[in-house]
């Protein structure tokens, strides 16, 4: 019976880590198919907001990968210098964003609509929120500090696209072409709080 017991738990706990290596695989390659579209679609419509939230979807591909290695205990040597990386990425980011949507402000930039963009940021929302809802799930269960804090930060990617969401939303629709950089405000604050994150969390890696 005890080994019944014990081969049922290692079982679960099995289920439990793929579960959590297939939520963090499709954060990766939305995050991948993300960039791609997002850039794309930035480059069209000259929308700032939408190569923030492109520029950060490129970083948190790094933040995933991180994640899997610490899932599947592959990449301990390497998680010190990636988290030290994605935390100046972010930092970089930041920098970047704010010089662009300033530089948009100043200038009155005004963006075009960007229909696709539009679209992929609706899904995003709602798909990052499912994502979100599993990694705390299954994080908690398998008493996994780094799954639930990554879900937090995927929580808060929908966040950031609904943000983007609504600056676009009101260039497009009530012609308010300084929605689109005020919107990468909030792209800056998040890049600057999870930079300092990863940033600290590479340090103090064992």
Request: proline share 1%.
């Amino acid at each position: 019976m005890l080994c019944e017991g014990f081969f049922s738990m290692t079982h679960e706990l099995d289920k439990l880590l793929r579960r959590g290596l297939l939520l963090e695989y499709i954060t990766l390659g939305w995050n991948l198919a993300g960039s791609a579209v997002l850039l794309y679609s930035a480059f069209k419509a000259d929308s700032v907001a939408l190569a923030g939230f492109g520029l950060d979807s490129v970083i948190e591909i790094g933040a995933s990968t991180v994640v899997i290695w610490q899932l599947t205990k592959a990449g301990k040597d390497r998680e010190k210098k990636a988290l030290r990386f994605i935390g100046a990425a972010f930092f970089a980011l930041a920098l970047y964003i704010l010089a662009q949507s300033s530089r948009a402000l100043y200038m009155q930039q005004h963006p075009a609509t960007s229909s696709i963009g539009i679209v992929w940021l609706i899904l995003t929302c709602a798909i990052m929120v499912a994502l979100a809802q599993g990694k705390r799930i299954v994080g908690t269960k398998l008493n996994n500090p780094v799954l639930v804090a990554e879900g937090r930060v995927t929580m808060v990617d929908a966040y950031l696209a609904a943000s983007v969401l609504a600056g676009i939303g009101l260039n497009t629709l009530l012609n308010w072409w300084w929605a689109d950089p005020a919107a990468c405000f909030v792209i800056i604050f998040y890049g600057i709080k999870e930079g300092h994150h990863a940033w600290t969390a590479g340090k103090n890696r064992q």
